[in-house]
């Protein structure tokens, strides 16, 4: 099963050729915020209304050199976290997604 995860494509646009991936939050609160295919269209609403674009990274955790953890988060919710830098190699997708905005 593969996770997802969204960034701005200004981002990407400056990371997409580096072997690891840092998210801002993994400074923040230890961990890399990614979601299941159907929790995709809830947590863009909830946090990138506002954006125009978005990129949405496909992640096949098979090829991750880093722990995976499936834990609560938003309202309860199980969400995978990723706790350490993404190598890219995982990342075997990345599509540009047009919001509603």
Same mark, same amino acid.
């Given at each position: 099963m593969y996770i997802y995860? %969204? =960034?701005l494509p200004e981002i990407w646009e400056t990371v997409k050729n580096e /072997? @690891? !991936?840092r998210h801002e939050s993994l400074a923040s609160e230890g961990f890399i915020h990614c979601s299941y295919e159907d929790? @995709?269209?809830g947590v863009i609403d909830r946090y990138y209304a506002d954006a125009k674009n978005l990129v %949405? @990274?496909? %992640?096949d955790p098979d090829l991750m050199a880093t722990r995976l =953890?499936?834990? /609560?988060s938003t309202g309860g919710e199980i969400y995978p976290?990723? !706790?350490? /830098?993404l190598n890219m190699s995982a990342v075997i997708k990345s599509e540009l997604w047009e919001t509603k905005s």
């Open positions: 995860h %969204i =960034v /072997p @690891l !991936y929790q @995709l269209s %949405i @990274l496909t %992640i =953890v499936a834990e /609560p976290h990723i !706790y350490g /830098p």
